[in-house]
């Protein structure tokens, strides 16, 4: 079956620019996750939604970030007034509430950023 | 507050040995789950293992098993017969939070980059 699917899969910004990162889950999948992983590191939290609900925001950098899941499954990631120091890739996960006893989040293939 | 602590930035080990990547983590929970993913060059996050914090087995799949000593906070990850492909970034992951709960964010640890050598 269909995977986690982002897009743009590469998204050069200038500075200032504003971006819209979007995220399709699993189909069914209630949780949704957003992380940012800069070059060499692990992916760090941003945001989690239960379906439409945003119930965890607090990893988001600043208030130039926000995210949205209006309908409980596609979710994107805004980015305004981009920073150099936002360039990263951005990794969305998506989990199941139920029958599935490890809780994995499949990972989407990320959207690498670069803001010049 | 919760921490996973990779010591190992780089490793190389020569194909069909067995590997042992660390992971030790810190929790004041009694309730959590470990993870490993490997990260491929292409960039997409893969599943290899769970551990739950009540179980008592260590945890296995295929060529991957997780060494978990839970008094010591250390939950290791082990390749048994590495193959070239083998080759990537591997993160250790916790989640803190009620058993049944997928709300729970992951917190990573820096990764070890993972080389076979032929």
């Known amino acids: 079956g269909a995977g986690v699917s982002q897009s743009p899969r590469y998204k050069v910004a200038k500075r200032g620019q504003d971006v819209a990162l979007r995220c399709d889950p699993i189909?069914?999948?209630?949780?949704l996750f957003w992380y940012q992983q800069a070059l060499g590191q692990g992916p760090e939290f941003l945001t989690y939604f239960q379906n439409e609900a945003q119930l965890d925001k607090s990893g988001l950098p600043s208030d130039r970030f926000f995210a949205e899941r209006p309908e409980g499954s596609v979710s994107t990631l805004k980015i305004q007034r981009t920073q150099q120091e936002d360039s990263a890739v951005y990794l969305c996960?998506?989990?199941?509430?139920?029958?599935?006893?490890?809780?994995?989040?499949?990972f989407g293939p990320g959207t690498r950023l670069t803001v010049t | 507050a919760q921490k996973i602590t990779q010591t190992q930035p780089g490793m190389f080990v020569q194909e069909k040995e067995a590997v042992t990547l660390d992971c030790t983590y810190d929790t004041s929970d009694q309730s959590y789950g470990l993870f490993w993913y490997k990260q491929p060059s292409s960039g997409e996050m893969i599943f290899l293992i769970y551990?739950?914090?009540?179980?008592?087995q260590n945890a296995t799949e295929g060529r991957y098993s997780l060494n978990f000593q839970k008094a010591r906070k250390s939950a290791n990850l082990v390749i048994s017969a590495s193959q070239l492909g083998d080759s990537a970034m591997y993160f250790c992951?916790?989640?803190?939070?009620?058993?049944?709960?997928?709300?729970?964010?992951?917190?990573f640890g820096s990764g070890t980059r993972l080389s076979i050598r032929p």
């Open positions: 189909s069914g999948h209630v949780s």
């Open positions: 992951a916790m989640r803190e939070g009620r058993r049944y709960s997928s709300a729970s964010k992951i917190i």
């Open positions: 551990q739950g914090s009540y179980d008592e």
């Open positions: 996960a998506s989990s199941l509430v139920k029958d599935n006893p490890t809780y994995e989040q499949y």
